[in-house]
């Protein structure tokens, strides 16, 4: 638990983080100015566009965006685990798998966006199946690093108390665990970036939509409204993931801090 003056410190130190980006911002705003187009507006700006957004599409295009980032991040994720624990369990199929995946995951997302339109055509899944792709390949490499790198000495106090198979499954699943949050996890602030991408290219509703349309327009403020919204709901996102993961897995936190 942290002492008051440290936490009062920590509170400080965000505060004057924060306030040095917006006058950095503003800044900026002044020094681009531009009579004919804005092209860096000014919070104030850009708080205005906000407000006028959110009286329109700005909800509904936020819950799709979240509809298909959170989609994508499950699927994603899911086959990720099971895959990445295929390939750290058994050597035969790292043998098979391993130069498939790491061939594959080299290959950029957006290579991956015409094919999900022919396949899938421009709707949900089209976006939801980048989104997953984005997050399996990163989810795939931590769950097979920290399958391959269980603890040992876990493996063996389970053999020698005669641990039955699902008690010695979970052993190896928890000595696992924290690669596979950290996969989670950073799948997690992937899956918006795939989101932008892919509604950018193939989508007409959506975040990255509307700050495609935003762009045809010439509108900055409103691209920047997408951006600070996104910033925002990643936040939100990575907060909530790192609060529920000290909730059910506190022994990962105390282990890295040796508390």
């Known amino acids: ?17 924060v306030v040095a980006v917006l006058l950095g911002w503003v800044t900026l705003s002044w020094l681009l100015y531009s009579p004919r187009l804005a092209l860096f507006p000014p919070p104030w700006a ?12 700005l909800g509904p295009d936020v819950l799709f ?32 798998l391993r130069p498939v995946l790491d061939f594959l995951r080299f290959i950029s997302p957006l290579a991956w966006v015409p094919l999900a339109i022919l396949w899938f055509g421009i709707g949900y899944w089209s976006k939801a199946s980048i989104i997953a792709l984005v997050s399996f390949f990163i989810v795939v490499v931590n769950t097979a690093h920290g399958m391959a790198a269980r603890d040992r000495d876990a493996q063996k106090v389970a053999r020698a108390l005669r641990l039955r198979l699902p008690q010695r499954a979970e052993v190896v699943l928890m000595s696992a665990m924290p690669d596979i949050l950290l996969g989670l996890r950073v799948a997690l602030g992937a899956a918006w970036g795939g ?6 290219v193939a ?5 990255g939509a509307m700050e495609s349309f935003g762009g045809q327009s010439f509108d900055v403020a409103q691209i920047m409204v997408g951006m ?7 936040y939100a996102a990575n907060l909530g ?3 529920a993961q000290r909730r059910l897995f506190p022994w990962i936190r105390s282990n890295r801090t040796g508390r």
Do not use: H, K, Y
């Not at 989508?203 to 975040?207: A, F, N, Y």
């Open 1 to 17: 638990m942290r002492e008051p003056a440290s936490a009062t410190a920590l509170v400080a130190a965000r505060t004057a983080s």
């Open 46 to 57: 850009v708080a205005v566009r906000f407000g006028q957004l959110a009286r329109t599409e």
């Open 65 to 96: 965006s979240l509809g298909e980032a959170a989609g994508g991040w499950v699927i994603g994720s899911l086959l990720g685990i099971a895959i990445g624990a295929l390939v750290g369990l058994v050597p035969a199929a790292r043998f098979v």
């Open 195 to 200: 989101v932008v991408l892919s509604e950018l």
């Open 203 to 207: 989508g007409d509703v959506g975040l």
């Open 228 to 234: 600070v919204v996104l910033a925002v709901m990643g």
């Open 241 to 243: 993931f790192v609060r």
